[in-house]
């Protein structure tokens, strides 16, 4: 939907003739509409960068959880899931199975008994390495979206700006010729619409963009959680 979208802005764009278009446009207006395009244009390269890396971020994090649920061996586990490196999940459990394994074996080594409360430190440590490590990778999904935001937000903004700015310049123009022919108007007039147009086109992507990829991110944090929370109860429980 969200590349559907940015077709129909692109034969929108092409519609506006706008090499015409800012060639009959004032500075101001030829500045607004030079920022909209490039806002469009990385929104564009934003949206298909993530939609790619959510999308292998799924398939892997499904056979994760698929893994993760029918093996209670952690080791198990651990092994199968190695490869799945675009999985944030698969690298959660990663973090904490490795910081479990290596506490784990310096406290033997130390002749240290895993009981009673040596459990729940031991848990903690997971605990935290796992916390660690997702929020590493929720930065690292949410890295972009802060400027579909932006986009989403301002451009309108921008447009809405730019047809004030046309609007007042119509008005001039009548004052100063005393009529309010279309001849005289229809540039300004013009300008008003146009960066409006384009700010639409920069913003309604975007918006859509960055709502669906929210949504994606929240419930990746909701199943590194869930995973997480069964870890460290399979270590209390087992008594290590």
């Known amino acids: 939907m969200v590349i559907n979208l940015n077709l129909a802005a692109t034969s929108l764009t092409s519609g506006l003739n706008l090499a015409e278009t800012m060639k009959n446009s004032s500075l101001l207006v030829n500045i607004m509409l030079i920022v909209l395009i490039l806002a469009s244009v990385i929104s564009l390269a934003i949206i298909v960068t993530k939609f790619i890396q959510y999308r292998l971020a799924a398939i892997e994090t499904a056979k994760f959880v698929d893994i993760f649920w029918k093996n209670k061996d952690l080791q198990d586990v651990s092994a199968k899931t190695a490869a799945l490196v675009k999985s944030p999940i698969a690298s959660v459990f990663a973090a904490g199975y490795a910081e479990f394994k290596e506490t784990k074996e310096s406290w033997e080594d130390k002749g240290i008994v895993l ?71 229809a540039p300004h007039l013009s300008d008003a619409l146009v960066t409006t147009a384009f700010g639409l086109i920069a913003a309604i992507p975007a918006s859509v963009a960055f709502n669906y990829f929210n949504a994606r991110l929240q419930k990746f944090e909701n199943e590194a959680l869930n995973i997480s929370a069964d870890f460290l109860n399979q270590i209390k429980r087992s008594n290590v």
């Open 115 to 185: 009981i009673g409360g040596k459990v729940d430190e031991l848990a903690a440590n997971v605990d935290r390495a796992m916390r660690r490590e997702t929020h590493v990778r929720i930065q690292l999904l949410e890295n972009g979206l802060s400027f579909l935001a932006t986009t989403a937000t301002a451009s309108p903004f921008i447009g809405l700006f730019g047809t004030v700015y046309g609007i007042m310049n119509a008005f001039q123009e009548i004052g100063k010729t005393g009529s309010a022919t279309l001849g005289s108007i």
